[in-house]
């Protein structure tokens, strides 16, 4: 080789020089490693863990509330009210358990006007819109004064999505909005 070609060569650096990363710490001092409990205290903190995921959300559905299979319901009850107005709440209803709470009554005088013969729990679905009792089908109970109501209720059967009938009234019976903290 030339004295030209030489100086086209790097210089010579010691071995392992330059290859070292900037962020790794320097040899000799070695973190302490983290271990993973190991036997019954491994055991203990799965089983705590696992029983207070579980513990969290028994019982219920992701709503938190029991309207859950009610929401399976919709497609019937958009075809009782044939696709008019939008939807303005959903509610089960165990009938057996209705009190003699405002609201209850209000539920049970509606539900006592059904001609056909009711399950335990039923579905009520609300319409809000403009509706007569020829534009809903299966019409039950008697016409809201001046014939049009505000409000059109489906009622349907769960957990097999039936329609037992619909209600054209003024007001809703009991309230159908549900207030969701943390939403």
Not at 15 to 26: K, L, T
Not at 37 to 42: C, D, E, H, K
Not at 60 to 66: A, C, K
Not at 76 to 100: C, F, N, Y
Request: hydrophobic share 40%.
């Amino acid at each position: 080789m030339t004295a030209s070609a030489l100086d086209l060569l790097p210089a010579a650096t010691p071995a392992g020089a330059g290859r070292e990363d900037p962020g790794r710490r320097p040899r000799g001092r070695r973190r302490p490693r983290r271990r993973w409990p190991q036997g019954p205290l491994a055991l203990a903190v799965i089983a705590v863990t696992a029983a207070g995921t579980l513990g969290c959300g028994a019982g219920r559905n992701i709503l938190g509330t029991n309207t859950g299979p009610c929401f399976l319901a919709l497609p019937v009850a958009r075809r009782a009210v044939e696709g008019r107005g939008s939807l303005a709440g959903v509610r089960m209803i165990d009938i057996p358990k209705l009190t003699s709470a405002p609201d209850d009554r209000a539920v049970r005088a509606l539900l006592d006007l059904m001609t056909v013969p009711l399950p335990r729990d039923v579905c009520l679905v609300a319409y809000t819109g403009n509706f007569t009792l020829g534009q809903v089908e299966q019409p039950s109970g008697l016409p809201p004064p001046g014939g049009a109501g505000r409000y059109a209720i489906a009622v349907v059967t769960t957990p097999k999505s039936v329609l037992l009938g619909t209600f054209v009234v003024r007001r809703l019976p009991l309230n159908f909005a549900r207030a969701h903290v943390g939403f």
